[in-house]
């Protein structure tokens, strides 16, 4: 009996350690499936902190030439399923181009022959080949600027050219169509046709309640108004004056209708601009007639621009190009970069002597804008594309205005100028283009873009 209890005993014992075993190894597994589960539960926890840390924030995309801050979608509340997940992220914006193009042609000198190639049979007006040519670079561009060297005073005054202009609206009309956006009339031809004359070009531009007409006012608060034109994230604002109006006074009770190059009046505006703006660009009408270079009074201006830190300044009035640099501030290295004139984009002159074909040669500035890493609006590139007025005879549309890369020989020798100027050929429009720009032109090349690090 003995025996047998000692033997139940120890069967006991060994089914109580079995069951302890058993507890053992049970534990184990019940505590590893736990922990990994809170594991898992962790790793799930920091993944969604992750990503909606991510999804809220503004992430800085760099793109070509730009750096832009975009809100990524909020995947993390929408998404559910794998599908929904691939269909969000097809939709996630990865980069937003901020880029800002500017281009601007030079004077719009509308001698009675060019208002002429408007003239149809049919007694109407159209001046939409004047443009043709070039409506590629003007679409391509977001502030697409022209000088209006003249004015609109209607056809009742008489349509006139030099030296006191006076053309048709519908010249007006054709730059609307091309896309112009901008158009200037601080030019020392703004008073031609007198109080009249101005009130008129102002009323005319009304229709066209979507383009910006600088340099002009109608009251003394239009004159302290900034132009500024929003685009991709970035503040443009636009600035115009003239040296001079040829002698002529500015209306009595109109003392503010056309800005003047002043000192105290730009800097005014300059200062206002600065606090709306991002980027300014300063377009000035001045320098000295059929000279290929810079003045003394051109340079002097540029070096008061650049302590205003005015970031673009874009010229004409010479009638002729002239170089393009670039301007540095000693004191703290702020950069401006200056076209000093564009020359004319079209013209008319059909004076008899060598070297006039230079005031049919142009240029049109482009300049692109972008954000650096700092937030600043900055110059990315720049450049220029030469132009050629083709001074044809009379008849409808015979004047017109082409990139000199693509102005055949055809065209060249059948102008007024071919048998007007023995200095008149293409070779000759490019070595100028080269003399005055360097490196900025590339015969044979439509345009020429210098890249900068911003």
Same mark, same amino acid.
């Not at 190894?25 to 790793?43: F, Q």
């Not at 004319?344 to 240029?363: L, M």
């Given at each position: ?24 190894? &049970? ?48 995947? $993390? ?37 060019v208002t002429e190639s408007g003239f149809k049979d049919d007694g109407t007006k159209n001046y939409d080949h004047l ?35 006076? +053309? ?18 601080? +030019? ?12 008129? &070009? ?38 115009n004056y003239t040296y001079g109006l040829n002698g002529m006074p500015q209306p009595d009770d109109m003392p503010f ?99 006039? $074909? ?42 017109? +205005? ?45 345009? +020429? ?6």
């Amino acid at each position: 009996m003995g025996n047998n209890r000692n033997y139940s005993n120890h069967s006991n014992h060994r089914r109580s350690n079995s069951r302890k075993r058993r507890k053992k190894k &049970t534990s184990n597994v019940l505590y590893k499936a736990v922990a990994g589960v809170v594991g898992v539960s962790i790793v799930a926890l920091i993944a969604l902190i992750i990503v909606y840390a991510f999804s809220n924030s503004n992430v800085g995309v760099k793109t070509p030439g730009t750096i832009s801050e975009i809100k990524m979608l909020k995947t $993390y509340e929408a998404a559910v399923t794998p599908a929904e997940w691939a269909m969000l992220e097809e939709n996630v914006p990865m980069e937003i181009s901020q880029n800002v193009q500017i281009m601007m042609i030079g004077d719009m000198l509308m001698h009675l022959n060019v208002t002429e190639s408007g003239f149809k049979d049919d007694g109407t007006k159209n001046y939409d080949h004047l443009f043709q040519r070039i409506l590629p670079d003007i679409q391509a561009a977001d502030i697409r600027i022209v000088n209006e060297e003249i004015v609109f005073a209607g056809e009742d005054m008489g349509f006139s050219g030099y030296p006191m202009f006076n +053309t048709a609206e519908e010249v007006g009309d054709a730059e609307a169509n091309a896309g112009f956006n901008v158009i200037l009339h601080a +030019t020392n031809h703004t008073m031609d046709k007198w109080k009249k004359g101005l009130l008129n &070009t102002i009323n005319f531009w009304k229709k066209y309640p979507d383009i910006k007409v600088l340099g002009v006012n109608e009251t003394q608060e239009q004159q302290e108004e900034i132009t500024v034109i929003e685009k991709n994230g970035m503040k443009i604002a636009l600035l115009n004056y003239t040296y001079g109006l040829n002698g002529m006074p500015q209306p009595d009770d109109m003392p503010f209708a056309v800005n003047l190059i002043d000192a105290d009046l730009m800097d005014r505006n300059i200062k206002k601009a600065h606090e709306v703006a991002d980027f300014v660009v300063v377009l000035m009408h001045w320098g000295n007639e059929y000279q290929l270079y810079a003045s003394s009074d051109q340079k002097y201006w540029c070096n008061w621009l650049l302590e205003r830190d005015v970031d673009l300044v874009i010229g004409a009035h010479p009638h002729v190009i002239q170089p393009i640099e670039w301007y540095t501030d000693p004191n703290d290295g702020d950069e401006m970069l200056v076209y000093y004139s564009l020359g004319n984009y079209v013209t008319g002159t059909r004076a008899a002597r060598a070297g006039v $074909y230079e005031q049919a040669v142009g240029g049109m500035a482009k300049v692109e804008l972008t954000r650096n890493s700092k937030g600043e609006v900055v110059i990315s590139r720049y450049g220029v594309e030469p132009l050629v007025a083709n001074i044809g005879r009379s008849g409808y549309g015979n004047i017109y +205005t082409c990139p000199l890369s693509e102005y055949t020989e055809e065209e060249r020798k059948n102008t007024i100028l071919a048998a007007n100027d023995p200095t008149f050929t293409i070779e000759n429009c490019e070595n100028l283009c080269e003399k005055v720009w360097g490196d900025l032109y590339t015969r044979g090349e439509r345009d +020429t873009w210098i890249t900068r690090e911003y």
